[in-house]
Structure formats: structure tokens, C-alpha cells
């Protein structure tokens, strides 16, 4: 007899978390930022984070997430179309600053991919 998988609904908050955190990870951990003075970047990261895990997970469209976040649609859109790939050179080069969307959009997609990886290497 088959198995039947039933899909489980995807807490948003504790998957955002999730890649919160291992964005933070990516980044150097917390002293990483603290020694790089980038904790201005929290809240952004926050952020992309919410925005990467609507886009992916729950298929929300740019103007639907940047009304749950508060933020613009252009910002929005600059969020979700980060470069993945400049990310981690742009963390030991790029200035502190207020609030960096680009690199924090990047960072949580990184992230995002990094956790993707780690679930179905686990599952496989």
C-alpha cells in the first residue's frame, strides 16, 4: 500500500526565523557583525527574510509582500532580486550602512538556499 504524503502548512514566522538565522550565520555569526559593526543590518535582514520565505513558500507577489512588510514595491522588488553571487565579497568590502536591502536581499536568499540544501540532504 502507498504511502500518502500530506503536506504540512510552513509556519511563516519560524521559517523567516530560520532563515534569519542562518543568514546571520553566513555573515559570520553575531560577532561577526558586532566586529564588523554591521547590526544596522538586522533589521533589514529581518526583513528580506520575510519577503524571500512569502516569495518562495507562499507564492506572494512583490506589491502583496511589501504591504505585509510596510515597505515600498521598487524596494520590495530590489529585495527579492538581490545578487546572490556579490554577497559574500560585498560583507568583508561595503561600508557599514543604516540599511543595506541588497545586501541583506542577498544574504537571506543565500541563506534560504543554504537551509533548502540542508533539508534534503537530510531527507536524501
Not at 550602512?97 to 533539508?119: D, I, M, P
Request: no cysteine; charged share 25%; hydrophobic share 45%.
Amino acid at each position: 500500500m502507498p504511502v500518502e504524503v500530506i503536506p504540512q502548512p510552513v509556519d511563516l514566522d519560524q521559517r523567516a526565523l530560520q532563515v534569519f538565522l542562518k543568514a546571520i550565520e553566513l555573515a559570520g555569526g553575531p560577532r561577526g557583525l558586532i566586529e564588523r559593526k554591521r547590526l544596522t543590518w538586522l533589521p533589514s535582514l529581518m526583513e528580506a527574510a520575510y519577503a524571500v520565505v512569502l516569495e518562495a513558500e507562499h507564492h506572494r507577489s512583490a506589491d502583496e509582500i511589501a504591504r505585509f512588510l510596510g515597505l515600498s514595491t521598487a524596494a520590495t522588488r530590489n529585495l527579492l532580486r538581490a545578487s546572490t553571487e556579490a554577497v559574500r565579497e560585498r560583507l568583508d568590502q561595503e561600508e557599514p550602512s543604516e540599511r543595506n536591502v541588497h545586501v541583506a536581499g542577498g544574504l537571506a536568499r543565500l541563506a534560504y538556499k543554504a537551509l533548502q540544501r540542508e533539508t534534503a540532504s537530510q531527507a536524501g
